[in-house]
């Protein structure tokens, strides 16, 4: 049984599972999504499609093989497959190829937005809403660039990390925040989509050295809000001024099993003057690598430890308020409820950094 089917909502969704750029034409490509193998191409239309990454006959892997006419070959007889899984040709079983009876493999919907490939999860119900938004990829007074990165970690603890302030004197203090002991105050709020934290602390800062500068030169008012995209995204914005400039990290993750995560890192810069713009190219994608890594670390030692120990308790304090409420969405979701079956909860809560 794969993590698929043990995952209750959380497999009725839309799971990125690879860059649109990256899927050249003619070539199949190899996912795994939710410990399922997926096989995905691009027809002579352009349209993607994806089908289970198994051929029918001996369950070779199909993404092994060639693309013809549209149509998926295996490798090892040739069986070929459409975009819909039906077998539309076995080579050894008369002289033209044309089956003599009707066999086909699963296949998965499949859409393109925001620059990712989607898969919809959900088995034998079809897609109920859209896939998340990936902000500002279509808006030219933004510039905007995917990092994909690999996490030996599992979805909560992945987005528990990318909404937590916190830890980031710690795991990141030399990349972007030192300690300054400041007073935060954030208010909590569950909602339909998920959580959203919003930050009461103008004067806060991000970013470090001339990452910081080119993000916010004339030292405007910083607005910051975290947010749980249900059910397995993050959004992570900071705004300066009147929205004169503005960074914003959003992060889809796709599990390969449960502690195994591929991440879809959109980061969206409005830096507005023209020469502030044309640094932040060249300056934010090797500075938001290096601040990602740390992340990988710790969840990398985190993951470890999680395999190690049976059954591991964990301590909270009011600082995790939103952290316990993305726990329990995701949890009450393998139960098969959604985030609107659940009772709205509020917090007001205030820590140090």
Aim: glycine share 6%; proline share 6%; charged share 25%.
């Amino acid at each position: 049984m794969t993590m698929r089917s043990t995952q209750g909502l959380l497999s009725e969704a839309w799971y990125a599972a690879i860059r649109s750029k990256d899927l050249a034409p003619a070539k199949p490509y190899h996912a795994e999504i939710m410990e399922e193998h997926v096989v995905l191409w691009r027809e002579t239309s352009g349209k993607v499609v994806a089908l289970e990454d198994r051929c029918a006959h001996r369950n070779t892997p199909l993404s092994e093989g060639i693309i013809v006419n549209s149509c998926i070959e295996c490798p090892y007889h040739g069986w070929r497959y459409d975009g819909q899984g039906r077998c539309q040709g076995i080579p050894g079983e008369n002289i033209d190829g044309e089956p003599s009876f009707k066999v086909r493999v699963d296949s998965f919907p499949v859409q393109e937005k925001d620059g990712l490939v989607w898969v919809w999860m959900g088995r034998n119900t079809a897609p109920s809403r859209e896939p998340v938004d990936m902000p500002k990829w279509n808006d030219a007074s933004w510039d905007c660039y995917y990092m994909v990165t690999d996490f030996e970690n599992n979805v909560t603890n992945l987005i528990q990390n990318f909404m937590d302030v916190p830890h980031t004197v710690y795991v990141h203090r030399h990349s972007f925040r030192k300690q300054k002991k400041l007073k935060v105050a954030a208010d909590v709020e569950t909602n339909a989509e998920g959580v959203c934290v919003t930050y009461h602390q103008t004067q806060d800062s991000i970013g470090m050295g001339i990452a910081a500068k080119i993000l916010n030169p004339k030292k405007r008012p910083m607005q910051h809000t975290d947010k749980f995209l249900y059910p397995n995204t993050s959004r992570v914005d900071y705004t300066f001024g009147n929205d004169e400039t503005g960074f914003i990290i959003t992060s889809t993750c796709t599990p390969f099993s449960a502690l195994r995560t591929r991440v879809y890192t959109l980061i969206s810069h409005k830096l507005g003057i023209p020469a502030l713009r044309f640094l932040g190219r060249i300056i934010f994608p090797s500075y938001t690598r290096k601040v990602i890594q740390e992340d990988v670390w710790i969840m990398k030692v985190n993951g470890n430890n999680l395999k190690r120990l049976q059954n591991p308790s964990t301590t909270s304090t009011l600082v995790d308020f939103g952290h316990i409420c993305v726990e329990n969405i995701r949890d009450a979701a393998v139960e098969g409820k959604s985030p609107s079956d659940l009772p709205v909860k509020t917090k007001r809560m205030e820590f140090w950094v």
